[in-house]
Each structure stands twice: as structure tokens, then as C-alpha cells.
């Protein structure tokens, strides 16, 4: 979903930080609360421009299926698992 939102004014609510960065809780012009990932109030958001995708949606679905597949078929929560080395049997 896109928001259209450059040159608007919001009302910020609060500020929180956790392990996924920064987050601005803000209402919107339809008087929802919203929280946007800080980065997004940059500066140097105002650079980027909007163009063709480059990846599909049902790409990126089939990577979401994949990556759901992988984590529950992993057998412990580790991301890799030990090798052992060559001459060490």
C-alpha cells in the first residue's frame, strides 16, 4: 500500500525505538495512526523517485513462500549449522 504524503503535515504521537530501528506514530490526514519507520522522514527520501518495478509481486510471494518453508523445515534456530572439519572425523 502507498501513502501519498510528501508536503503533508502529521501530527506525531509518539517516538519509539526497538531491535527494528526507530518508529514514528503519526496521524494521518483520514485522522488513522500510523507508524512509519523514521528513515521515511529523511531528508533524503525527498531524492527518490518511482518508476517501473523491478521484481514482480509474484516473485516476491514466492520468495516469501520459500523463505516460510526454509524456517519451518530448520531443526534448531540456528542459521547454519557446525561442518566438521576436514581430518577431524
Same mark, same amino acid.
Given at each position: 500500500?502507498?501513502?501519498? $504524503?510528501?508536503h503533508?503535515? *502529521? $501530527? #506525531?504521537y509518539r517516538?519509539?525505538?526497538? !531491535?527494528? &530501528?526507530?518508529?514514528?506514530?503519526?496521524?494521518?490526514?483520514d485522522?488513522t495512526?500510523?507508524?512509519?519507520p523514521?528513515?521515511?522522514?529523511?531528508?533524503?527520501?525527498? /531524492?527518490?523517485?518511482? &518508476?517501473a518495478?523491478? #521484481?514482480? !509481486?509474484?516473485? $516476491?510471494?514466492?520468495?516469501r513462500? *520459500?523463505l516460510?518453508? $526454509?524456517?519451518a !523445515?530448520?531443526p534448531?534456530? /540456528?542459521?547454519?549449522?557446525? #561442518?566438521? /572439519?576436514? &581430518?577431524n572425523?
Amino acid at each position: 500500500m502507498f501513502i501519498a $504524503l510528501d508536503h503533508c503535515r *502529521l $501530527l #506525531v504521537y509518539r517516538r519509539m525505538r526497538d !531491535a527494528q &530501528g526507530e518508529h514514528i506514530f503519526c496521524q494521518l490526514p483520514d485522522e488513522t495512526i500510523c507508524c512509519l519507520p523514521a528513515w521515511m522522514f529523511s531528508p533524503d527520501c525527498t /531524492k527518490f523517485t518511482f &518508476g517501473a518495478p523491478i #521484481v514482480s !509481486a509474484a516473485a $516476491l510471494t514466492e520468495l516469501r513462500d *520459500l523463505l516460510a518453508t $526454509l524456517r519451518a !523445515a530448520a531443526p534448531c534456530d /540456528k542459521s547454519s549449522q557446525e #561442518v566438521p /572439519k576436514e &581430518g577431524n572425523a
